[in-house]
């Protein structure tokens, strides 16, 4: 052994392990029992050790001033696993110990009760603790021992323990500590903590005389012998000779405690600082205990240690446990709907038994029996078939136990802490602790005043804890700007201190009880296939609230890690929005500066380093899934990104690629989107502000007829949802639009207003008339095209209209005159003002004016008429001052429908009214669809679509006579697609040739093929000699195909869904395809019964909600009965709101029973999907090929997997 | 139904990769005086010793009878697998190794049946055209008509031998036969039996006759398999290296190898297949080695295909020596491999060197620097 020295001493290679655990072992002065906190070995070689050893005392590795807690541990009442939490009184996290049945520790406290032995708790208090080094562990030992991937202590200890001497086991344990320590001093030294805590372990052991000289051997090893007969009268005379005290510690600590210490150097400084100290013991329950749940200080699989210890306990046969919890995970795989029978649990015991076998084990241990299951359970599928097995090993290895504490225990924790931090912040309620009847509202201003830094947080935790106190008020800010103050509410009742008491079971302050509570819902949430990545930035920007970093620091990095891949964009750039607002400080919990932070309540938070470039990257390559999109909130997702990516940080980054992606979007996505793409063009600098202002003048040129109004409509709508800020400061973009309002006659204007004033109307009221404002600095409002300077006549307006008809007729009779041809000469403007503007019978302001739905009073009567008609369909506006009164004109509306159509159907030609009627439904005039003529009407899915989007608003009455109209163009709508689409699936209706006898024979082609064996006989007569026979195949073949169609209805009634519909009618109308069409969102409907009639299909679908694909993929599993004749099509968006591998684990299952399966991200004419693109590649990869395709394709690749 | 084998050093000139246990000879016959404990029946090593020699004994020397020997590395990966295999191929059930292509699924295969059996050469080829004979019998049809039913007009099949002799069959790519044909497998492992009715006798296997099947996950998948027949296998999948020295290394080695075939020194130096094999592990994980995620090509990006691009590169140099460097070369063999499956994936090797290869050229490293400037290549 080594002397006691003030350095560690360099090892020499001498170091020899047999000798050294013949010291540590031999000792008797204290005899010492290394173990593993978590260990049934040593708790079963513990008892009869101590029974031999017959100890006068036994020194226990816990915190001394946490000692008392060890009556009610050990209280025959009192059922583990329980656990000892220690707080400083200003909240800094002391220790957490938990408890169980195989703890060493308890089994050795447990002992000393049933034999009146004194238990002592030796470990450096806990109130010295604070501030140092904690070493990341709280018993220290565990982490070492607790291992990673290779479970070493497993090895070493644990597994070779089974059927051994209990003595073996003591030293394998001690051996491994010693081997550890050996480690820690080459390595990077013992921490100061841990020294510290062996030199007080060492002087408590001193005063416990376990250090006074040994016996003599001899008469030892008579006591030994005689010990269990002894009385206690005996046991008290030994301690005159010298104490025999038996020290339960972790087995790394050993060689520090033995009389003469080798790898030890008394520690630098002896702090003696102490806090004050809270503790609590609190129940504790197995899913907390296991390693994985986030808790400190546990271990895997509690229940299966726990069930070790008990079998071994009660000389049970270990090989048979392995066996029993493999029957019990084959009876859960069985459970869940999957082949698992008893052969294959004997297989899977018989690996188990026959690798301890090889590896020299007298029985299985845990990792063989987690390897025997992986081999001959999972069936290679990891992801279908292996997460049921995963689930069901959970269920039967960590178990679901809870510990129960002794009556009588004392109760200490949370609720007193609560109260005495309410009264110090001086929140309403607690002082009293009465009820308060009326809520108090209080204004915070946590950035500025300290004070209300800790109230906010306060609230925050309160709030994370599910605690009913404070509600934050929303408080929206003007301009979108990050609001700097919280408004909250606060309401004390009796169930606030109830719930008080509750979430006491996580903890004993408000940041650990809240940090617990945020843990256990991620943990509800993941055992619910609900933690994805939108659950998870929502999950982490409450924990940033509470002011808990470790659990921000951890899921920030799961964010930006691994669950990367599940993002949409959206999720990417709300994650980007709280990394920035972290970065900066702005969140109120997580202070970086640290005059801004409490000590122990609000830490300074230090902002782990995070790659927001990568979680830009990922963003750029979701670009791509937006190419479908109709909304404009996507279009702004994409003006984010790019604003993200201006900054100065991100220069230059993923700059290829984005502009790459920016150009397919122009190229393939829907108007909406290409528009917005054009501006973003612009933004990032590929292309030039004049270009854009030509091709906004080519949108405009373009809108000849209905559908390409419509596409104006959108293109604006998108690309003034970007630039709109822009146009309004800089109307150099609108140039070409400028060009084209000025030079377009009338007749070619009046058309064009609606899809105008359409796309213009995505800016707030307030926002038009300043682009009105400076559109007419521009215009000049002195100049010649200002025409008419606001002139307010008083000739009736009727008179005016037919005044400018006559001049128009009177134009076109002169040009139908013939005339020389003369050649221009080439006026070229010198400058923009010199440009002649044609005359208009409608003023270019005022077509501005009407454009932009302001300054009604201003314009002419003709124009005014045009004014009134669209007011009467975009009324006010909306967003900023469209609540003032000056928006739009004051005059009465139309007083009916009926009139205002007509004045539509006059002013704007007969077929934009069934453009706008739509739309006006949707803002409220319901009855404007009624006045469509259903036999009349042009049927587009568009109009559909919006059709559709109305009926949930409907009564039954007006739904009634909607009816008429949706019926019409469904059934329009689905005659000319079937007209397309049954040729594609010819060839899987019609009957086929083959040589296999189906009975019915192909009688032309039977000729053609024996043609050579014809045989003319006497009579002339032409004979066949058939040799070869061919059939027709069997066309009526019933139900032999079944197509599913999954079809997410939580978005809007898009195209996808009205396709969807559409196809599932012309599908089931081929005889022998049985189809089924169910509509999920969160919830599931069966509609299979409506599939012939899409028409009540779409009536019955009612959209909205969220997204959960898993569910609807579980759902279809369950109709699946011959996999291989089963085609399942998702069509989605696949932006899973829940876990991502729940839906990779369906699809897996779906794929791997040999289901045909096709994910659509779209199924429309364009083709072009709006979609996630990152999990639907994911998808790909788990066997379901993603694309977006036509009716038409759709019903090719359908016809080509049937044939 | 060319199933690539790696190419192993031929000890007789002109053979194309000799088995394994021809390879090894001289390891085996060691092996089995090294460990002369209880060995299954018909083994001819104990199970300890097999485990022993594919993972090799670490480069330390074993004593056995006055002869010493080190026992060379064959299969890179977790001994823990190893020992799964072996035991489950001493028990019922047949082993089924499972993985994404070129993980050596394939070459672990052949290795274990040469332990266990000395014969890695009983092996059925799984193809869409595999018939039932090919997992049973076939006949001599000259001899079956000059003489009528016979045993000696019988042609046994590999599995057939395999059951006579006691010996490990080997079954690869099982997932591309035909369900139905597949199944015959079923009854050869559950009853441990063949029946050949036109003669009316019973064929029993030997003990020690087991199955090894290898499936491709990229292909179908096990999805092809019936229930029945799923439940006569384990099942051990067989992940890429996990671990970047040591593949590269494996690289190193193989392509050492095939270019030494040639009869030259491989021209590549250890930097460029380090990058070489970085670049393979990033875009097969879709997560660079700093933790910046990747999108991931459609194409399989195995340490095979490492290896080929190492010796194709190798081989380059040595035919069509140039003063350029062969680091140049790679950028577009890398093309060739990742552009096999869909020109999408242009796009995801060109974000690559967007980012994370651009990044690593700001670092000191000089190679990536000049990779990043052959972006280029790329663009084409």
Same mark, same amino acid.
């Given at each position: 052994?080594?002397?006691?020295?003030?350095?560690?001493?360099?090892?020499?290679?001498?170091?020899?392990?047999?000798?050294?655990?013949?010291?540590?072992?031999?000792?008797?002065?204290?005899?010492?029992?290394?173990?593993?906190?978590?260990?049934?070995?040593?708790?079963?070689?513990?008892?009869?050790?101590?029974?031999?050893?017959?100890?006068?005392?036994?020194?226990?590795?816990?915190?001394?001033?946490?000692?008392?807690?060890?009556?009610?541990?050990?209280?025959?009442?009192?059922?583990?696993?329980?656990?000892?939490?220690?707080?400083?009184?200003?909240?800094?996290?002391?220790?957490?110990?938990?408890?169980?049945?195989?703890?060493?520790?308890?089994?050795?406290?447990?002992?000393?009760?049933?034999?009146?032995?004194?238990?002592?708790?030796?470990?450096?208090?806990?109130?010295?603790?604070?501030?140092?080094?904690?070493?990341?562990?709280?018993?220290?030992?565990?982490?070492?021992?607790?291992?990673?991937?290779?479970?070493?202590?497993?090895?070493?200890?644990?597994?070779?323990?089974?059927?051994?001497?209990?003595?073996?086991?003591?030293?394998?344990?001690?051996?491994?500590?010693?081997?550890?320590?050996?480690?820690?001093?080459?390595?990077?030294?013992?921490?100061?903590?841990?020294?510290?805590?062996?030199?007080?372990?060492?002087?408590?052991?001193?005063?416990?005389?376990?250090?006074?000289?040994?016996?003599?051997?001899?008469?030892?090893?008579?006591?030994?012998?005689?010990?269990?007969?002894?009385?206690?009268?005996?046991?008290?005379?030994?301690?005159?000779?010298?104490?025999?005290?038996?020290?339960?510690?972790?087995?790394?600590?050993?060689?520090?405690?033995?009389?003469?210490?080798?790898?030890?150097?008394?520690?630098?400084?002896?702090?003696?600082?102490?806090?004050?100290?809270?503790?609590?013991?609190?129940?504790?329950?197995?899913?907390?205990?296991?390693?994985?749940?986030?808790?400190?200080?546990?271990?895997?699989?509690?229940?299966?240690?726990?069930?070790?210890?008990?079998?071994?306990?009660?000389?049970?046969?270990?090989?048979?446990?392995?066996?029993?919890?493999?029957?019990?995970?084959?009876?859960?795989?069985?459970?869940?709907?999957?082949?698992?029978?008893?052969?294959?649990?004997?297989?899977?015991?018989?690996?188990?038994?026959?690798?301890?076998?090889?590896?020299?084990?007298?029985?299985?241990?845990?990792?063989?029996?987690?390897?025997?299951?992986?081999?001959?359970?999972?069936?290679?599928?990891?992801?279908?078939?292996?997460?049921?097995?995963?689930?069901?090993?959970?269920?039967?290895?960590?178990?679901?136990?809870?510990?129960?504490?002794?009556?009588?225990?004392?109760?200490?924790?949370?609720?007193?802490?609560?109260?005495?931090?309410?009264?110090?912040?001086?929140?309403?309620?607690?002082?009293?602790?009465?009820?308060?009847?009326?809520?108090?509202?209080?204004?915070?201003?946590?950035?500025?005043?300290?004070?209300?830094?800790?109230?906010?947080?306060?609230?925050?935790?309160?709030?994370?804890?599910?605690?009913?106190?404070?509600?934050?008020?929303?408080?929206?800010?003007?301009?979108?700007?990050?609001?700097?103050?919280?408004?909250?509410?606060?309401?004390?009742?009796?169930?606030?201190?109830?719930?008080?008491?509750?979430?006491?079971?996580?903890?004993?302050?408000?940041?650990?009880?809240?940090?617990?509570?945020?843990?256990?819902?991620?943990?509800?949430?993941?055992?619910?296939?609900?933690?994805?990545?939108?659950?998870?930035?929502?999950?982490?920007?409450?924990?940033?609230?509470?002011?808990?970093?470790?659990?921000?620091?951890?899921?920030?990095?799961?964010?930006?890690?691994?669950?990367?891949?599940?993002?949409?964009?959206?999720?990417?750039?709300?994650?980007?929005?709280?990394?920035?607002?972290?970065?900066?400080?702005?969140?109120?919990?997580?202070?970086?500066?640290?005059?801004?932070?409490?000590?122990?309540?609000?830490?300074?938070?230090?902002?782990?380093?995070?790659?927001?470039?990568?979680?830009?990257?990922?963003?750029?390559?979701?670009?791509?899934?937006?190419?479908?999109?109709?909304?404009?909130?996507?279009?702004?997702?994409?003006?984010?990104?790019?604003?993200?990516?201006?900054?100065?940080?991100?220069?230059?980054?993923?700059?290829?690629?984005?502009?790459?992606?920016?150009?397919?979007?122009?190229?393939?996505?829907?108007?909406?989107?290409?528009?917005?793409?054009?501006?973003?063009?612009?933004?990032?600098?590929?292309?030039?502000?004049?270009?854009?202002?030509?091709?906004?003048?080519?949108?405009?040129?373009?809108?000849?007829?209905?559908?390409?109004?419509?596409?104006?409509?959108?293109?604006?709508?998108?690309?003034?949802?970007?630039?709109?800020?822009?146009?309004?400061?800089?109307?150099?973009?609108?140039?070409?639009?400028?060009?084209?309002?000025?030079?377009?006659?009338?007749?070619?204007?009046?058309?064009?207003?609606?899809?105008?004033?359409?796309?213009?109307?995505?800016?707030?009221?307030?926002?038009?008339?300043?682009?009105?404002?400076?559109?007419?600095?521009?215009?000049?409002?002195?100049?010649?095209?200002?025409?008419?300077?606001?002139?307010?006549?008083?000739?009736?307006?009727?008179?005016?209209?037919?005044?400018?008809?006559?001049?128009?007729?009177?134009?076109?009779?002169?040009?139908?005159?013939?005339?020389?041809?003369?050649?221009?000469?080439?006026?070229?403007?010198?400058?923009?003002?010199?440009?002649?503007?044609?005359?208009?019978?409608?003023?270019?302001?005022?077509?501005?004016?009407?454009?932009?739905?302001?300054?009604?009073?201003?314009?002419?009567?003709?124009?005014?008429?045009?004014?009134?008609?669209?007011?009467?369909?975009?009324?006010?506006?909306?967003?900023?001052?469209?609540?003032?009164?000056?928006?739009?004109?004051?005059?009465?509306?139309?007083?009916?429908?009926?009139?205002?159509?007509?004045?539509?159907?006059?002013?704007?030609?007969?077929?934009?009214?069934?453009?706008?009627?739509?739309?006006?439904?949707?803002?409220?005039?319901?009855?404007?669809?009624?006045?469509?003529?259903?036999?009349?009407?042009?049927?587009?899915?568009?109009?559909?679509?919006?059709?559709?989007?109305?009926?949930?608003?409907?009564?039954?009455?007006?739904?009634?006579?909607?009816?008429?109209?949706?019926?019409?163009?469904?059934?329009?709508?689905?005659?000319?697609?079937?007209?397309?689409?049954?040729?594609?699936?010819?060839?899987?209706?019609?009957?086929?040739?083959?040589?296999?006898?189906?009975?019915?024979?192909?009688?032309?082609?039977?000729?053609?093929?024996?043609?050579?064996?014809?045989?003319?006989?006497?009579?002339?007569?032409?004979?066949?000699?058939?040799?070869?026979?061919?059939?027709?195949?069997?066309?009526?073949?019933?139900?032999?195909?079944?197509?599913?169609?999954?079809?997410?209805?939580?978005?809007?009634?898009?195209?996808?869904?009205?396709?969807?519909?559409?196809?599932?009618?012309?599908?089931?109308?081929?005889?022998?395809?049985?189809?089924?069409?169910?509509?999920?969102?969160?919830?599931?409907?069966?509609?299979?019964?409506?599939?012939?009639?899409?028409?009540?299909?779409?009536?019955?679908?009612?959209?909205?909600?969220?997204?959960?694909?898993?569910?609807?993929?579980?759902?279809?599993?369950?109709?699946?009965?011959?996999?291989?004749?089963?085609?399942?099509?998702?069509?989605?968006?696949?932006?899973?709101?829940?876990?991502?591998?729940?839906?990779?684990?369906?699809?897996?299952?779906?794929?791997?029973?040999?289901?045909?399966?096709?994910?659509?991200?779209?199924?429309?004419?364009?083709?072009?999907?709006?979609?996630?693109?990152?999990?639907?590649?994911?998808?790909?990869?788990?066997?379901?090929?993603?694309?977006?395709?036509?009716?038409?394709?759709?019903?090719?690749?359908?016809?080509?997997?049937?044939? | 139904?060319?199933?690539?084998?790696?190419?192993?050093?031929?000890?007789?000139?002109?053979?194309?990769?000799?088995?394994?246990?021809?390879?090894?000879?001289?390891?085996?016959?060691?092996?089995?005086?090294?460990?002369?404990?209880?060995?299954?029946?018909?083994?001819?090593?104990?199970?300890?010793?097999?485990?022993?020699?594919?993972?090799?004994?670490?480069?330390?020397?074993?004593?056995?009878?006055?002869?010493?020997?080190?026992?060379?590395?064959?299969?890179?990966?977790?001994?823990?697998?190893?020992?799964?295999?072996?035991?489950?191929?001493?028990?019922?059930?047949?082993?089924?190794?499972?993985?994404?292509?070129?993980?050596?699924?394939?070459?672990?295969?052949?290795?274990?049946?040469?332990?266990?059996?000395?014969?890695?050469?009983?092996?059925?080829?799984?193809?869409?055209?595999?018939?039932?004979?090919?997992?049973?019998?076939?006949?001599?049809?000259?001899?079956?008509?000059?003489?009528?039913?016979?045993?000696?007009?019988?042609?046994?099949?590999?599995?057939?031998?395999?059951?006579?002799?006691?010996?490990?069959?080997?079954?690869?790519?099982?997932?591309?036969?035909?369900?139905?044909?597949?199944?015959?497998?079923?009854?050869?492992?559950?009853?441990?039996?063949?029946?050949?009715?036109?003669?009316?006798?019973?064929?029993?296997?030997?003990?020690?006759?087991?199955?090894?099947?290898?499936?491709?996950?990229?292909?179908?998948?096990?999805?092809?398999?019936?229930?029945?027949?799923?439940?006569?296998?384990?099942?051990?999948?067989?992940?890429?290296?996990?671990?970047?020295?040591?593949?590269?290394? /494996?690289?190193?080695?193989?392509? &050492?190898?095939?270019?030494? +075939?040639? *009869?030259?020194? %491989?021209?590549?130096? $250890? =930097?460029?297949?380090?990058?070489?094999?970085?670049?393979?592990?990033?875009?097969?994980?879709?997560?660079?080695?700093?933790?910046?995620?990747?999108?991931?090509?459609?194409?399989?990006?195995?340490?095979?295909?490492?290896?080929?691009?190492?010796?194709?590169?190798?081989?380059?140099?040595?035919?069509?020596?140039?003063?350029?460097?062969?680091?140049?070369?790679?950028?577009?063999? /890398?093309?060739?491999?990742?552009? &096999?499956?869909?020109?999408? +994936?242009? *796009?995801?090797? %060109?974000?690559?060197? $967007? =980012?994370?290869?651009?990044?690593?050229?700001?670092?000191?490293?000089?190679?990536?620097?000049?990779?990043?400037?052959?972006?280029?290549?790329?663009?084409?």
């Amino acid at each position: 052994m080594h002397a006691f020295d003030d350095k560690p001493r360099a090892l020499d290679p001498g170091d020899d392990p047999a000798e050294a655990i013949g010291e540590l072992a031999g000792c008797t002065s204290p005899w010492l029992y290394g173990v593993r906190h978590h260990s049934p070995a040593c708790s079963i070689a513990l008892p009869p050790l101590l029974d031999a050893l017959q100890p006068t005392a036994i020194a226990i590795e816990l915190p001394e001033d946490l000692g008392h807690w060890m009556e009610w541990l050990g209280h025959t009442e009192a059922e583990a696993p329980l656990a000892v939490a220690a707080v400083s009184k200003h909240g800094a996290d002391l220790g957490f110990y938990p408890f169980a049945d195989f703890s060493p520790e308890l089994v050795a406290i447990r002992w000393a009760r049933d034999h009146a032995v004194p238990v002592h708790a030796i470990d450096l208090p806990a109130s010295r603790r604070e501030g140092r080094d904690r070493g990341g562990d709280v018993l220290g030992i565990e982490s070492r021992l607790r291992g990673t991937d290779d479970d070493s202590w497993e090895h070493m200890v644990e597994a070779p323990a089974t059927a051994q001497d209990a003595e073996r086991v003591r030293r394998a344990a001690l051996l491994y500590g010693w081997a550890l320590r050996l480690d820690a001093v080459r390595g990077s030294g013992v921490s100061e903590l841990d020294l510290a805590r062996e030199a007080h372990m060492r002087s408590v052991l001193e005063r416990l005389g376990a250090y006074a000289a040994p016996r003599p051997a001899a008469a030892r090893s008579t006591k030994k012998v005689e010990a269990k007969s002894k009385s206690k009268a005996k046991a008290k005379d030994d301690r005159r000779d010298g104490a025999r005290v038996a020290a339960i510690i972790g087995s790394f600590h050993a060689a520090a405690l033995v009389p003469e210490p080798s790898l030890w150097r008394a520690p630098a400084s002896a702090s003696s600082e102490t806090s004050e100290l809270v503790s609590s013991l609190i129940p504790y329950a197995f899913e907390l205990l296991d390693a994985r749940s986030g808790y400190p200080a546990g271990i895997r699989d509690p229940s299966w240690q726990q069930r070790l210890w008990q079998t071994q306990r009660d000389r049970g046969d270990v090989a048979a446990l392995v066996s029993q919890c493999l029957v019990e995970i084959t009876r859960l795989i069985r459970a869940k709907g999957l082949p698992a029978s008893v052969p294959d649990a004997r297989a899977a015991a018989e690996i188990a038994l026959s690798l301890a076998a090889l590896r020299g084990l007298a029985a299985p241990g845990r990792r063989e029996l987690v390897e025997a299951v992986q081999t001959a359970l999972t069936q290679g599928e990891l992801l279908g078939r292996g997460r049921i097995v995963a689930a069901a090993m959970e269920q039967v290895m960590v178990g679901h136990h809870r510990g129960h504490l002794a009556p009588g225990t004392p109760r200490s924790g949370l609720a007193p802490h609560v109260f005495a931090l309410m009264e110090e912040l001086r929140l309403p309620g607690a002082p009293r602790r009465e009820a308060m009847t009326e809520p108090e509202d209080i204004r915070l201003d946590p950035l500025r005043s300290p004070l209300d830094r800790r109230r906010h947080v306060a609230l925050a935790r309160m709030r994370a804890c599910g605690i009913p106190y404070g509600t934050e008020l929303e408080s929206v800010a003007a301009g979108g700007v990050e609001s700097l103050t919280s408004v909250w509410r606060l309401l004390f009742t009796p169930t606030t201190e109830a719930v008080i008491e509750l979430a006491g079971l996580r903890g004993v302050t408000l940041q650990q009880a809240s940090s617990g509570a945020l843990r256990a819902e991620a943990q509800r949430l993941a055992a619910d296939d609900k933690l994805g990545a939108t659950s998870l930035v929502e999950l982490t920007a409450n924990a940033a609230e509470a002011g808990a970093g470790e659990l921000v620091r951890q899921w920030l990095a799961e964010l930006t890690g691994k669950r990367l891949a599940e993002a949409t964009l959206a999720e990417l750039i709300a994650l980007i929005a709280l990394i920035d607002r972290i970065l900066a400080g702005h969140v109120v919990g997580l202070p970086a500066d640290a005059e801004d932070g409490v000590p122990g309540e609000i830490d300074v938070f230090e902002a782990p380093v995070m790659d927001r470039a990568m979680v830009l990257s990922v963003a750029v390559a979701s670009v791509l899934g937006l190419a479908g999109s109709e909304s404009l909130d996507d279009a702004r997702a994409l003006a984010e990104l790019v604003r993200v990516l201006e900054r100065p940080e991100h220069q230059g980054l993923g700059d290829g690629r984005l502009r790459w992606s920016i150009d397919q979007l122009v190229e393939t996505g829907t108007p909406v989107i290409a528009g917005a793409a054009e501006v973003v063009r612009v933004l990032i600098g590929t292309q030039t502000p004049e270009v854009l202002s030509r091709t906004i003048g080519g949108w405009v040129d373009g809108a000849v007829d209905a559908d390409a109004r419509r596409v104006l409509a959108s293109r604006l709508r998108g690309a003034i949802a970007i630039a709109g800020p822009l146009f309004e400061s800089a109307p150099v973009f609108l140039d070409g639009m400028l060009e084209r309002v000025e030079r377009l006659a009338d007749d070619e204007f009046l058309p064009r207003v609606t899809a105008l004033r359409d796309g213009f109307e995505t800016l707030s009221t307030a926002s038009r008339k300043r682009l009105l404002r400076s559109l007419g600095d521009r215009l000049g409002e002195s100049d010649a095209r200002g025409q008419g300077l606001d002139v307010v006549t008083s000739i009736p307006p009727e008179l005016l209209v037919a005044a400018a008809e006559a001049d128009r007729a009177g134009r076109a009779a002169a040009d139908r005159i013939a005339r020389p041809a003369l050649v221009l000469p080439d006026v070229s403007p010198t400058t923009d003002g010199a440009r002649a503007v044609p005359e208009h019978g409608i003023p270019v302001r005022d077509r501005w004016r009407m454009i932009l739905g302001h300054e009604r009073d201003r314009m002419k009567p003709r124009s005014l008429r045009v004014a009134r008609a669209l007011d009467e369909l975009y009324g006010r506006g909306h967003g900023e001052g469209s609540r003032d009164q000056q928006g739009g004109g004051q005059e009465q509306g139309f007083p009916t429908v009926r009139a205002w159509k007509d004045e539509i159907d006059e002013l704007f030609g007969n077929r934009v009214f069934e453009e706008v009627a739509a739309k006006a439904a949707l803002h409220g005039r319901v009855g404007a669809l009624l006045e469509l003529d259903p036999a009349q009407v042009q049927p587009s899915i568009e109009l559909l679509e919006q059709v559709l989007s109305l009926k949930g608003g409907l009564g039954e009455a007006h739904l009634g006579r909607l009816r008429t109209l949706i019926k019409r163009i469904v059934d329009e709508l689905v005659r000319e697609l079937a007209i397309r689409v049954r040729p594609a699936m010819q060839g899987a209706i019609s009957p086929r040739p083959t040589r296999r006898s189906t009975g019915v024979l192909h009688l032309p082609r039977t000729v053609a093929a024996n043609l050579a064996r014809t045989r003319i006989d006497e009579d002339d007569r032409v004979t066949i000699v058939p040799e070869k026979l061919i059939f027709k195949t069997r066309s009526r073949r019933h139900m032999d195909w079944h197509v599913v169609l999954v079809v997410d209805v939580s978005g809007s009634m898009e195209p996808s869904v009205i396709y969807s519909a559409m196809m599932a009618a012309i599908l089931s109308a081929v005889p022998w395809i049985d189809v089924r069409f169910i509509a999920f969102s969160t919830e599931i409907v069966d509609l299979s019964e409506h599939v012939s009639d899409p028409l009540a299909l779409l009536l019955e679908v009612s959209v909205g909600g969220g997204t959960h694909i898993a569910k609807g993929l579980r759902y279809a599993r369950s109709l699946v009965t011959v996999p291989q004749r089963t085609i399942l099509i998702t069509v989605s968006d696949f932006e899973e709101g829940f876990s991502v591998d729940g839906l990779l684990g369906e699809v897996r299952a779906l794929v791997e029973a040999g289901v045909i399966c096709l994910g659509l991200a779209a199924l429309d004419d364009r083709g072009a999907p709006r979609y996630s693109v990152q999990i639907a590649e994911q998808v790909v990869n788990a066997g379901m090929p993603v694309a977006a395709l036509t009716p038409l394709e759709l019903a090719r690749w359908i016809g080509e997997k049937i044939r | 139904m060319t199933k690539k084998r790696e190419s192993k050093r031929s000890e007789e000139a002109g053979t194309q990769a000799p088995p394994p246990e021809q390879i090894y000879a001289a390891e085996l016959e060691f092996l089995a005086k090294w460990d002369d404990g209880a060995r299954p029946p018909s083994w001819k090593l104990t199970p300890r010793a097999v485990v022993t020699f594919i993972i090799g004994s670490k480069n330390e020397a074993l004593r056995a009878g006055g002869s010493a020997q080190v026992i060379t590395e064959k299969f890179v990966g977790d001994r823990a697998l190893v020992e799964r295999c072996v035991v489950t191929l001493a028990g019922e059930r047949g082993l089924l190794l499972v993985g994404e292509p070129g993980t050596a699924k394939s070459m672990l295969s052949e290795l274990l049946a040469a332990a266990i059996s000395g014969d890695s050469s009983l092996t059925v080829q799984g193809t869409a055209g595999t018939a039932e004979e090919h997992f049973r019998y076939g006949w001599n049809y000259s001899l079956l008509i000059a003489k009528g039913p016979h045993p000696e007009a019988l042609v046994p099949s590999p599995v057939l031998s395999a059951m006579r002799g006691g010996a490990i069959a080997r079954v690869e790519e099982i997932t591309r036969c035909l369900p139905e044909v597949q199944d015959a497998l079923v009854s050869i492992l559950s009853d441990r039996r063949l029946s050949v009715p036109e003669l009316g006798t019973l064929e029993p296997a030997q003990r020690g006759f087991n199955v090894i099947a290898t499936a491709n996950l990229r292909d179908k998948g096990v999805s092809e398999m019936s229930a029945a027949l799923k439940r006569r296998f384990n099942f051990e999948t067989i992940a890429p290296i996990s671990d970047l020295a040591r593949e590269t290394e /494996l690289v190193r080695r193989r392509a &050492k190898q095939i270019v030494a +075939d040639a *009869g030259a020194p %491989l021209g590549v130096d $250890d =930097a460029v297949l380090e990058a070489l094999v970085t670049v393979f592990r990033d875009l097969r994980l879709g997560r660079t080695v700093e933790g910046w995620p990747v999108e991931k090509p459609t194409s399989v990006m195995s340490t095979a295909e490492a290896v080929a691009v190492a010796s194709s590169m190798g081989l380059a140099a040595t035919y069509f020596p140039s003063d350029r460097d062969v680091a140049r070369l790679l950028p577009e063999y /890398l093309l060739g491999v990742v552009m &096999k499956d869909e020109p999408k +994936d242009r *796009g995801k090797l %060109l974000a690559y060197w $967007d =980012a994370t290869v651009k990044r690593r050229s700001e670092g000191d490293a000089r190679l990536w620097k000049s990779l990043h400037e052959l972006r280029r290549v790329l663009e084409a």
